[in-house]
């Protein structure tokens, strides 16, 4: 490993502010943007070297999996950061074989693709609410480390988190759903069913855990009461766990523009958006 790659490699080992404390907002927002500036490099290199990373997000409703979906992606090109939130199946899909509908969204060459939620929705939602059966349930139990496997020989990377949340902590973040006109999308009549059964999910995250947490494809568990910190410490253990290089880059200088040569500029009614006087803050 070179010395620069040495370099880089401490400074984001030193990035995951995991100490107790208030996280001022103007420390986030700094990291934050260090991070985002390492998530491009790695972009770059992922599709330099024709990279496949296939990222999964779980935890309960609540836990946070949007929020740290939208601090990686939120500075990257959805080309190559792809996100991935299957509605529920439909009929035919239903009727097919359960992993089908997710291999069609696994990464080609040059992509990461980030699910929020996957194929666990069998061990989870699907299990506690009772859209499938007990058998099916440990069928796929038994089945998914080896599509893993297969997913990981075939070339691609697999990370799994899980976004663990407290009761009291899912509950503020419920409740702020309610009246929130931002948020009201968020608590669907399913939400609140699963809500009601926390201990069946507890249950349900234990059973995956034990059967799934393999050596090819582990679980990595970041704790998420506090939104900023789990966002900062999930983006810094994905750049530890894809290995990069920042590429050369030449400077860049914007060309000469060309000279009008006799160009004006036409007299159209264009159809302006009103702009809006603000009160001032």
Known sequence: MSATKKARKAEIDESAIAHDGKLKAKDYDRELARLHGELVKLQQ?????GLKVCIL??????????????AITERVSPRVFRVVALPAPTEREKSQMYIQRYI????????????????YNRAGVERVMGFCSEEQVKRFLQMAP??????????????????????????RRLESRIDDGRKTWKLSPMDL???????DYSRARDEMFKATD???????????????????NAIT??????????????????PDRQKAHGYKDLDYPYKFVPELTWPST
């Open 45 to 49: 290199w992922t599709v330099h070297k």
């Open 214 to 232: 393999t050596s090819w494809a582990p679980w990595f568990v970041i704790h998420s009461d506090d939104k900023k910190r789990a966002r900062l």
């Open 237 to 254: 253990h994905i750049l530890r766990h894809i290995p990069y290089e920042e590429l050369p880059r030449e400077k860049v200088k914007l």
């Open 104 to 119: 069609p969204h696994l990464p080609a060459a040059g992509e990461i693709v980030i699910f929020d939620r996957s194929w």
């Open 193 to 199: 069913k699963s809500y009601s059964r926390w201990y």
């Open 57 to 70: 997000f779980e935890g309960r409703d609540g836990a946070g999996k949007g929020g740290v979906i939208k």
């Open 146 to 171: 080896a599509v893993e496997k297969a997913m990981i020989d075939s070339g691609i990377m697999v990370l799994k988190y899980w976004l663990e949340v407290n009761e009291e902590e899912q509950t």
